[in-house]
Each structure stands twice: as structure tokens, then as C-alpha cells.
């Protein structure tokens, strides 16, 4: 069974630049998450989908990132303009159930903005 | 959000068993998980155990839970320079909103 895909693994950026990352969960996993984790910290969830609705966007900055999954398929993750705080790796998982308890990731994007 | 604690690194030697330890807040935690990250390289999901569950066990690994104390153990037993990586556990109450720890950091000495 292939696992998550991502893509660009790495990308580096000037702040105030636009950048998108894509994601491509596991075939027939409903339920996609978007994590950012910053050098030194734990993941830290941006927002889940199920299916092609969101559940849960509460942290997600809204006045420069945006994510859809129009098709309940694959997800793309946009950051407009990107700050140097969002500087992290973009970890991409899915899990079959929204329960979360097998979530699988990605090997993540890591950004670089300078 | 909830917190979820986690010493930043430990040291053993290769053959020792290591134990990595886990304090959270949410006191209506459902599951708890452990997680293995590798080098340049996503969250490995090593294993989970409900909160009513006080121990669960799977090959080398020994997972306990003391609910009271809101306390969370990864054993690692025989360690290896392959368990060598940074080690989360991570929590959920309503299975939608998950919060990882900070992270530690096992290095394993040959």
C-alpha cells in the first residue's frame, strides 16, 4: 500500500512570496490532516478534513494560509505571503477513520522563508 | 490548548532499556500515542492505548498509563542504535484535535 506523498519535499522562499504544498493521502482515507511543525516542537494540527469538508480549521491562520480538498481526494495547502515564522515542515496525514487513532504521515515539506 | 510535557533528550546504551516519559493536562484524554520520527522523515505511529487501559504491551515497546497522575511511559526494552530518533506522545479527547509534545530526543550510545 503506498503511503502519504507530498510535494515539494523542500522549498525556500523570500517572505512575502506565495507557496503551495501538496498532499496525497492514502487511498480510501476519508480523513486528511495538515500539521506544521516548527524546529524543536511537537506537530501542531492546522486543519483536518473529512472527506471534502473541514472539521476542525480553528488553527489555521486565516489571513494567510488556506487549504482546500475539493474532491475529497488529494489537498493542496497554501501560505500568501509567507512570514519568516512560518519557517517549519508541513506535515501532511491521513487516517480512515476521523477518529485518529491510526493516522499515518507524510515526510513532510520542509519551508524555508527568508 | 492542552499541554503535553516531555523531557527534551535522553542517553543510553545499546542493550539498556530506555523509558520516556509523557505528562498532559487534558483530563478527559481518550487516546494516547506514541510516535517515532527519524531523520528528515514523517511521524511513524509506534502505538496508541486507550485511557481506560493501564498497560499495553508490543514486543519491545511497554506502554503504561497512570490516569490519575495524568503520566504517560514509553519502555523501550533491548534498545537498539536503529531506536535512535525523537520520540512524541500525543493526545486526543474528541478524536479530532490532537496535541503532540515537544519531544525527545533518544540517542542511543553503541
Known amino acids: 500500500e503506498a503511503g502519504v506523498a507530498q510535494s515539494p519535499r523542500y522549498k525556500i522562499i523570500e517572505k512575502r512570496q506565495s507557496v503551495a504544498f501538496w498532499c496525497n493521502p492514502i487511498s480510501g482515507h476519508a480523513t486528511l490532516y495538515w500539521y506544521q511543525q516548527i524546529l524543536g516542537q511537537g506537530p501542531k494540527l492546522l486543519i483536518q478534513?473529512?472527506?471534502?469538508?473541514?472539521?476542525?480549521d480553528s488553527q489555521l491562520p486565516k489571513d494567510r494560509f488556506s487549504a482546500e480538498r475539493l474532491k475529497g481526494v488529494d489537498s493542496t495547502l497554501k501560505i500568501q505571503p509567507a512570514k519568516l515564522e512560518d519557517s517549519a515542515v508541513y506535515l501532511c496525514?491521513?487516517?480512515?477513520?476521523?477518529?485518529?487513532?491510526?493516522?499515518?504521515f507524510g515526510p513532510g515539506t520542509r519551508l524555508t522563508v527568508t | 490548548g492542552e499541554d503535553v510535557e516531555q523531557s527534551l533528550f535522553l542517553s543510553v546504551r545499546e542493550g539498556d532499556s530506555s523509558v520516556i516519559n509523557c505528562t498532559y493536562t487534558d483530563s478527559s484524554s481518550t487516546y494516547l500515542y506514541w510516535y517515532k520520527q527519524e531523520p528528515g522523515a514523517g511521524l511513524q505511529l509506534l502505538t496508541y492505548?486507550?485511557?481506560?487501559?493501564d498497560m499495553k504491551q508490543d514486543q519491545r515497546l511497554t506502554v503504561l498509563l497512570n490516569k490519575k497522575d495524568k503520566h504517560l511511559s514509553l519502555r523501550i526494552a533491548d534498545t537498539q542504535t536503529g531506536d535512535s530518533a525523537i520520540y512524541f506522545c500525543a493526545e486526543t479527547s474528541t478524536g479530532n484535535q490532537f496535541y503532540f509534545g515537544t519531544g525527545t530526543s533518544l540517542t542511543v550510545i553503541p
Open positions: 478534513f473529512q472527506n471534502n469538508g473541514v472539521v476542525d
Open positions: 492505548i486507550f485511557s481506560n487501559m
Open positions: 496525514a491521513s487516517s480512515a477513520t476521523g477518529g485518529g487513532y491510526e493516522q499515518y
